[in-house]
C-alpha cells in the first residue's frame, strides 16, 4: 500500500470526523435555544429571565421538546465517539481511498439524516435506519481494523 | 525502546480498544430489546407497535430494566471512552508490550464484568470493583503519559 | 515546519488532554461521595447502607445534589471529548507550540472554572461563559483542522 493513498486517507477521516463532531457540537447550543424559548431549565441560576421568584421556580422543569434534542445528542454521543476512535485505527490500517470516503460519508450522512429525523420527530424507520446505516459503517470498520491489527 | 515493540503494543492497543468500543455499541441494540420487550418508548413515533391510540400513549413510559441498562451504557460512555484516549497516548510512551497487555486485559476484563454485574443486577461489590479495576487501570496509564510526555 | 515544533505541541497535547480527561473522571467519585451522604442511589443492589428494607427502598431516589454532579459530568463528556478528537487532529496540522499552548490551556483552565462554577451552583454567567471559551477553543481548533486538512 502506497504512502500517499495512506495520508489522503487520514486527511479524509479528519474532515468527516471534524464535520460529524462539529455536528454533534451543534446539538448545545440548540438544546439552549428549546431551553430559553421553551422556558425549562435544568437549573435555578439559569432561570434570571424570570420576574418574580414564583417564576423563576416553574421555569425549573422538564419540557418534551429540550428532552428530544437531549435524547438526540447522548445518541450522538453513543455513535459518533464509536466512529471516531474506529474510523482513526481503521484509517491507520491503510484501506483503499475511495472505500474509506465511501464508509466516511455513508456515516457522516446517515448521522445528519438521523439528526433531522430525531429533532423534527419525523414518523419512523427515518431515524432508525439513518441510526443502523451509521452502525453498519462504525462495524465494518471496526471488522477491518481487527482482521488487519489483531493482537489479543 | 525498539520501534517493533512500540508496533506491537500500538496493535494491541487497536484491538483491545475496538473489542471494548463494540462491547460498549451492543448496549445500543440491547435497550431496543428491552424497549421493545417491556414496552418502553422515549418517543411517540417508535410506538407502532400499539394498536389503539391509548396503547401507544401508554408505551412512551419509563421502565426501570430500560433505565438500567441506559445506565450501564452511560458508565461505559464515562469509562471507555478516556480509556481509550488516555490508552492511545500511553501506546505512543512506548511502554513494554507484556505490561501494556496487562493493562489492556485487565480494564477489558473489568468492563465485560461490570456490564453482565449492571445488567443483571448482581449484588455488590461485584459491580463496584470491577468499576474500580478499570478506574485504576487508566489511572495507571495517564500517571505512564504524564511522567513521560510532560510538557505544560 | 520543524519536526521538532511538531513533536512538543503532541506532548503538549497528550499532558492537557490527560488532565483534562482526568477531570472528567474526578466527577465518578463525586457523584458517588454525594450519593452516599444524600442517601439517594440510582439501583437497589447499592444502597446495602440502609438498616432496614423499607429504609433502603427510600434511599433509591433522586437527589438534587447528585443531579447537579451528574448533569456537570454529562456537559464534560459533551465538551471535553470533542476538544480531545479535534485537538488530536489540530496537534497533527503542524501549528505554532505558542498558539497551540494558549489554546489548550485556555480549555483546560476553562473546564475547571466550569466545573467549579456547577457543581457550587455560582451565579450566571459563570458557568455559561467558562462553557462558551472552552466551545470557542474547539471550534478554533477545527477550524485550522478543516483548512489545512481537507479532503472531502
Not at 51 to 70: A, F, I, L, Q, Y
Not at 121 to 134: C, E
Not at 137 to 145: G, H, L, P, S
Amino acid at each position: 500500500m502506497a504512502h500517499t493513498i495512506n495520508t489522503d486517507v487520514f486527511l479524509a477521516f479528519s474532515t468527516y470526523a471534524t464535520i460529524v463532531i462539529l455536528k454533534m457540537m451543534f446539538m448545545a447550543p440548540l438544546t439552549g435555544y428549546f431551553r430559553v424559548t421553551r422556558r425549562a431549565f435544568a437549573n435555578p441560576e439559569d432561570t434570571h429571565m424570570g420576574k418574580t421568584p414564583e417564576e423563576k421556580k416553574r421555569m425549573v422543569r422538564v419540557n418534551e421538546d429540550v428532552e428530544r434534542v437531549r435524547r438526540c445528542h447522548q445518541n450522538d454521543l453513543e455513535n459518533i465517539i464509536p466512529f471516531v476512535v474506529i474510523g482513526l485505527l481503521y484509517a491507520l490500517t491503510g484501506p483503499e481511498l475511495s472505500t474509506a470516503l465511501l464508509l466516511f460519508r455513508l456515516f457522516v450522512g446517515s448521522r445528519f439524516i438521523h439528526t433531522v429525523s430525531y429533532v423534527m420527530a419525523l414518523p419512523q424507520p427515518s431515524r432508525g435506519l439513518s441510526w443502523m446505516v451509521g452502525m453498519a459503517v462504525t462495524f465494518c470498520m471496526a471488522y477491518r481494523v481487527l482482521t488487519t491489527a489483531l493482537l489479543l
